[in-house]
T-cell receptor
Framework: AQSVAQPEDQVNVAEGNPLTVKCTYS??????LFWYVQYPNRGLQFLLK??????LVKGSYGFEAEFNKSQTSFHLKKPSALVSDSALYFC????????????FGPGTRLSVLP | EAQVTQNPRYLITVTGKKLTVTCSQN?????MSWYRQDPGLGLRQIYY???????DKGDVPEGYKVSRKEKRNFPLILESPSPNQTSLYFC???????????????FGSGTRLTVV
């Protein structure tokens, strides 16, 4: 069975500084990895995904994530944080390219301080 | 606008009173799913549907029912709600597989349910 860990409940970063939100996963086969963002009182929005190919994946709003197979990680990054990036971020994994059984991590709350 | 619409956004009900949360998508997606979100637990899948009349249990199906009579609608039914079903619920839909790649979910805005 697959699982996802987000080791930090909360990440605080100053505006303009780089940010990293960590995610590690466990799957029995090839991982298919996703990041979603949830703004207050909103549903989750898709940010980016890793299916295959380049380990560095670029997504919406200037975010990117790096797939590291040896460390089983898929950390979300952004070179320069904005106050508007403050939200709840979820990492998700699936062990097959099709089918809908995503497993989500517990979420990490990102606060970007002005 | 392509979207997943859930109703109601907020609901307070009493233990044992049957309720239905509706979910509708206008993107002709085949896959639909219900999740509940609880602090520290992330999102947990309740039920999912791979197509019309095809539904299956997720990780936490107890106390819930679903139906998929039409492609666009996927209602969540709580026959006898209990306080432990107080949660934030999300409906989501997804394109069918194209070339082996799934493009991820589109989520509704959520339904905050309180059972007293």
């Amino acid at each position: 069975a697959q699982s996802v860990a987000q080791p930090e409940d909360q990440v605080n970063v100053a505006e303009g500084n780089p940010l990293t939100v960590k995610c590690t996963y466990s799957v029995s086969g090839n991982p298919y990895l996703f990041w979603y963002v949830q703004y207050p009182n909103r549903g989750l929005q898709f940010l980016l995904k890793y299916i295959t190919g380049d380990n560095l994946v670029k997504g919406s709003y200037g975010f990117e994530a790096e797939f590291n197979k040896s460390q089983t990680s898929f950390h979300l990054k952004k070179p320069s944080a904005l106050v508007s990036d403050s939200a709840l971020y979820f990492c998700a994994v699936r062990d097959r390219p099709y089918g809908q059984n995503f497993v989500f991590g517990p979420g990490t709350r990102l606060s970007v301080l002005p | 606008e392509a979207q997943v619409t859930q109703n109601p956004r907020y609901l307070i009900t009493v233990t044992g009173k049957k309720l239905t949360v509706t979910c509708s998508q206008n993107m002709n997606h085949e896959y639909m799913s219900w999740y509940r979100q609880d602090p520290g637990l992330g999102l947990r899948q309740i039920y999912y549907s791979m197509n019309v009349e095809v539904t299956d249990k997720g990780d936490v199906p107890e106390g819930y029912k679903v139906s998929r009579k039409e492609k666009r609608n996927f209602p969540l039914i709580l026959e006898s709600p209990s306080p432990n079903q107080t949660s934030l619920y999300f409906c989501a839909s997804s394109l069918s597989v194209v070339g082996g790649v799934n493009y991820g979910y589109t989520f509704g805005s959520g339904t905050r349910l309180t059972v007293v």
